[in-house]
């Protein structure tokens, strides 16, 4: 169960994730849209699992890739924008939220489901 300061840090961090790789990252990704689905943190606030989405990437892995190699250059961008708000900055961990594909995969296997009519009540 997340605490209410652990919600209001990773709201903040995603907030702020977002504007970095919106502004500031953009010619890092070939033209990939990247953004910010979720964030946790840990209760302690020095662990942040930031979970991205790509639009328009060809390569996910790739991307995600290039995210992991800049970890310590999106940290400091986060840093100088969060001082104010937070003691330490959390360490970024990166993952790929698949939820949008799990949940087309499943719309696609309901929309396959073929459910013959039930038999009228004087029939069976």
């Not at 953009?26 to 302690?44: C, E, H, N, R």
Request: without cysteine; proline residues 4%.
């Amino acid at each position: 169960m997340e605490s209410k300061r652990q919600r209001q840090v990773a709201k903040q961090i995603q907030k702020d994730l977002g504007e970095i790789f919106q502004r500031d990252l953009k010619q890092l990704f070939d033209g990939a849209f990247v953004t910010i689905t979720d964030v946790k943190t840990t209760p302690d606030l020095a662990i942040a699992r930031v979970y991205l989405s790509f639009l328009l990437a060809k390569d996910r892995e790739g991307v995600l890739q290039i995210v992991r190699e800049n970890t310590k250059v999106i940290r400091n961008l986060l840093g100088e924008r969060v001082r104010h708000q937070l003691r330490i900055v959390p360490n970024l961990q990166f993952y790929i939220d698949d939820t949008a594909e799990y949940a087309q995969k499943m719309d696609a296997l309901f929309a396959g489901i073929v459910i013959p009519p039930a038999p009228a009540e004087g029939e069976e």
